[in-house]
Nanobody
Framework: EVQLQASGGGLVQPGGSLRLSCLGS????????MNWVRQAPGKGPERVSA????????TYADSVKGRFTISRDLPKNMVYLQMTSLKPEDSAVYYC???????????WGQGTLVTVSS
């Protein structure tokens, strides 16, 4: 069974930090690029960050550039999103997403809620 288990969300004050984690299982994790996608209430999804299979190509949305850092640990089948200097507008459900660019298959995790509020 394919699973992407995201964790690490919670309530944090503005200016604070959180680290999101996502564990992949049931598929060949190393052959998939990974994305973090967020969706705030009443808004469309936004891809926050992406990392390729080898971890050498990384992109960020302009809204998080300089504050968020994506990384992956291939042996552990993990991808992380370190979030710093959090703002209320970062509040959203964050999903990890795996995409195989060769055959187009993709998988979604269940999401983890991040709330930035004082």
């Amino acid at each position: 069974e394919v699973q992407l288990q995201a964790s690490g969300g919670g309530l944090v004050q503005p200016g604070g930090s959180l680290r999101l984690s996502c564990l992949g299982s049931g598929f060949t994790f190393s052959t998939y690029g990974m994305n973090w996608v967020r969706q705030a209430p009443g808004k469309g999804p936004e891809r926050v960050s992406a990392i390729n299979r080898a971890g050498e190509l990384i992109t960020y949305a302009d809204s998080v550039k300089g504050r968020f850092t994506i990384s992956r640990d291939l042996p552990k089948n993990m991808v992380y999103l370190q979030m710093t200097s959090l703002k209320p507008e970062d509040s959203a459900v964050y999903y990890c997403h795996a995409k195989n660019i060769l055959d187009g298959t993709d998988y979604w995790g269940q999401g983890t809620l991040v709330t930035v509020s004082s």
